[in-house]
């Protein structure tokens, strides 16, 4: 008697985790800070040198979109509010500009403040080496005068197939308006 | 005996439900439209003032790309197709636009249909008040003829870590070229 | 007796799959390549007419961003690096260009390598017949000089509410600078 009603139990406590009403029951456990671990992390640098009319050769950025009274080599007035970049900028494991660079970060961001430096981005960081091949989708906000920020993983291919998860940005320096580099934390937690 | 074969067939439904094949199965239970109930629900107004070459002080949105023939001041012609917008708007609970905003509307919006109002919209809403820390990520197509429009929520972080959901944008009002205001009515279905 | 030690495995069993740790133990049954089964698929081409200044009628696209130097009638040098384009391409069943169109894509796409063609997307198709009516979002890197490229579907409205997967994408054909047709194999992994 003690072991049917157990199961009846069981059967009660499994179809509640389980059963009818699926992902909702996923997230009230989700809720959890327990389980916010990530299930892949990886810590990478970026680097961004904006053209300015003279670095053809080693920009890889350039401006090319701009507000009315702006121009394509110098960013814009007001926190540089409606620069549109589009970039192809290396990514290191180290925070060395002339380390060999392990992939690519595609995308662009835009200036989308004037008051204050903020930009939002939407990019990709793109590998094909024998560590990591696939691409991992990138977009959200960068209110770049925080210490850090949270941008979303919004997807992946190849080894990052389907991925979801978290970037932190930290600006690990900058020279004027012609170079930066960003550290990327990523914190995936969907892995499949 | 007839204890152990229920036990076997409940052996059989658990591993259907939850068992080896994962997320597919979770698919499938989660087609029930029965489980398609927000584990959130947020109602917000957002203001875009279109800098047209005398508002500056109070315009926050900007003309960055134009079609050939365009400029910045001027949507163009054809339902302003190829005009890309980079805005940064005040959120509010109410459609008062001088109610005490509660976040900040980030990103951009381009218009992509030359025979009709069309447009297409990556952007952000930023939170940082007692209420609401961190941000939601926003992409999807916007045909605004439409009453109601159905765009993605992508991904968010902070408060908003991890969502994903449905947000439902109404027109509230539009003054000519220079204002208007979304309604946006966000439904999380998955909250961390 | 091994009734009950039958039971208690199956606790544990049940525990460790559905139980406690939530999507996180769910991750791990998704790594299986097993589980990486589409629950729906589907094939479309899209057709991109890019505007050069005399095919107003005809075109789908407009370059509505460049970079230092360009304009908005010819495509960028260095690969196109820069260049921005505004589409609303038809959508058929088949490669021909003159098919009753069942959606349109909407969105952008920009060139961002000097060295190579390359381009990011961010666009959604539309649907609206009576096979189907939503949206499917996509967002990702397009190495398009290799024969298949992966980006992600990071979300959708209506039949593909909450859609997340992987978009396969293929240049099927291209005529100079001025048209190009992606065929999209569509595979979704997360179907509601």
Redesign the interface.
Same mark, same amino acid.
């Given at each position: 008697m003690r072991?049917?009603s157990?199961?009846f139990l069981?059967?009660l406590v499994?179809s509640a985790?389980? =059963?009818?009403?699926?992902?909702?029951v996923? +997230?009230k456990?989700? %809720? %959890?800070p327990a &389980?916010?671990?990530p299930?892949k992390r990886l810590v990478f640098y970026f680097h961004d040198i904006i053209?300015n009319?003279q670095n053809a050769k080693n920009a890889t950025a &350039?401006?090319?979109?701009?507000?009315?009274?702006? +121009?394509?080599?110098i960013l814009a007035g007001q926190n540089h509010?409606? +620069?549109?970049v589009?970039?192809?900028d290396p990514i290191t494991l180290d925070n060395n500009l002339h380390s060999t660079p392990v992939g690519?970060a595609?995308? #662009?961001y835009?200036?989308?403040?004037?008051d204050i430096f903020?930009a939002?981005l =939407? #990019? /990709?960081f793109?590998f094909n080496s024998t560590q990591h091949k696939? /691409?991992i +989708?990138f &977009? =959200?906000?960068d209110?770049l005068m925080n210490k850090t920020r949270?941008? /979303?993983?919004?997807?992946?291919?190849?080894d990052f197939?389907?991925a979801? =998860?978290?970037a932190t940005l930290l600006t690990d320096a900058f020279e004027g308006e012609v170079y930066f580099r960003l550290r990327v934390d990523i914190k995936l937690?969907?892995?499949?």
């Open positions: 072991l049917i157990s199961l069981f059967f499994v985790t389980a =059963g009818s009403s699926g992902r909702t996923a +997230n456990i989700l %809720k %959890k &389980a916010r671990h299930c053209y009319g &350039a401006i090319v979109g701009e507000p009315s009274g702006g +121009n394509k080599t509010f409606g +620069n549109l589009v970039f192809d690519r595609q995308g #662009f835009l200036y989308d403040k004037k903020t939002w =939407g #990019f /990709s793109v696939g /691409s +989708n &977009a =959200g906000a209110p949270d941008i /979303s993983v919004i997807g992946g291919t190849g197939f389907m979801r =998860g978290i937690y969907e892995c499949w």
